[in-house]
């Protein structure tokens, strides 16, 4: 199978706040976990995801809060769904990049202590 994402995935574990579309049979505001995230999208966990197609907005809190749309890419069942952001602003897309950049320099720091460790055990 051929990789077609556009943007490197980095691994996170944070919480987005996501309003749901108002057929989801669910609170119209929820507070759900996220695995991964990338200039393009992310993948949310939730045991029930919503359908190929669905759009929704949510909200990820860093220096600022940042709103953003999206739409479902595609979905595992019981385990959680990959959505796409849609129109991105310039500033969203300024904000996103810096909790990118955040991202990844703890992920650099974390990797490094883990050297230093093996080196020194």
């Not at 990789?3 to 987005?16: C, G, N, Q, S, T």
């Not at 309003?19 to 990338?38: G, M, N, T």
């Amino acid at each position: 199978m051929t990789e077609r994402r556009k943007h490197f995935r980095y691994a996170v574990r944070m919480d987005v706040e996501i309003e749901w579309p108002s057929q989801a049979l669910r609170a119209s505001k929820s507070s759900v976990p996220v695995s991964d995230i990338s200039l393009g999208g992310m993948f949310i966990i939730t045991c029930e995801p919503l359908p190929i197609g669905s759009e929704f907005s949510m909200c990820l809190f860093f220096d600022q809060p940042l709103r953003l749309r999206c739409v479902v890419q595609h979905f595992v069942p019981g385990r959680g769904m990959g959505v796409k952001f849609l129109d991105l602003t310039d500033s969203s897309q300024i904000e996103l990049f810096k909790l990118l950049e955040a991202i990844a320099e703890q992920t650099l720091v974390l990797t490094a202590n883990q050297a230093t460790v093996k080196k020194s055990g």
